[in-house]
């Protein structure tokens, strides 16, 4: 089966800007969760949805925002970007009925902010 | 909210050997603790996990032991192989919280040198 895609995979941006990262979960996944990794910082929680609706919240300032579409696609958006938005940010789906607890993780997309 | 602390931060072992990674949690309410291996430049992957109603979970030479009252628990890799050489993560969550978000340790850089 196919697993979590995620685009770009790759991408610079400049102080300032913003983007928008895309994830498709695993088919049949409702749930779809974001992270961001750096180095030193293991994984941190940005937000989950599910079924459309953000159901948690991590700790980040209200740049970072997201939603999810009714295919369960979700995308994520960082306005104003800041040197210190550079990171792996990594989507997570999960939950096809029951819940097991695995996250299924994509490759994730780097962004580098100059 | 729940903390995971994540020791050592790096982890150096002969091929052959053992290696042990250990966390901490702070939240007692947490009741499922999952192991991530993150091979470079690859996606994390769920390895083994363990519940509190269990104290130890193996899984050929993976092993995880939890002890609620400490409110720690460990990852025991026997006979390591230069293929284990990742970064791993502990990570603590509980079923009332919603199903992608996991508080996630720092990470365990993992050298098996052959």
């Known amino acids: 089966k196919a697993g979590v895609t995620q685009t770009p995979r790759y991408l610079i941006k400049t102080r300032g800007q913003q983007v928008t990262l895309s994830c498709s979960p695993i088919s049949g996944h409702r749930s779809v969760s974001w992270y961001q990794q750096t180095p030193g910082q293991g994984l941190q929680f940005l937000f989950e949805?599910?079924?459309?609706?953000?159901?948690n919240k991590g700790n980040f300032p209200g740049r970072f925002s997201g939603r999810q579409f009714s295919n369960s696609r979700s995308e994520m958006n960082v306005s104003t970007l800041e040197l210190g938005d550079s990171a792996l940010y990594l989507c997570a789906s999960s939950w096809r009925g029951e819940y097991t607890g695995e996250l299924f993780f994509g490759e994730g997309s780097r962004l580098t902010v100059l | 909210g729940e903390n995971v602390e994540q020791h050592p931060s790096t982890l150096s072992v002969q091929e052959g050997d053992s290696a042990v990674i250990k966390c901490t949690y702070s939240?007692?309410?947490?009741?499922?603790f999952p192991w991530y291996k993150q091979e470079l430049g690859k996606r994390p992957q769920l390895i083994i996990d363990?519940?509190?109603?269990?104290g130890e979970k193996k899984d050929q030479r993976i092993a995880v032991t939890l002890n609620k009252t400490a409110k720690h628990f460990s990852l025991h890799i026997t006979e390591t192989q230069p293929e284990d050489s990742a970064v791993y993560f502990c990570?603590?969550?509980?079923?009332?919280?919603?199903?992608?978000?996991?508080?996630f340790g720092r990470g365990t850089q993992l050298t098996v040198w052959p």
């Open positions: 990570a603590a969550s509980y079923r009332g919280s919603t199903l992608g978000r996991l508080y």
């Open positions: 939240d007692s309410a947490s009741n499922y």
């Open positions: 949805y599910f079924s459309e609706t953000q159901r």
């Open positions: 363990i519940r509190s109603n269990v």
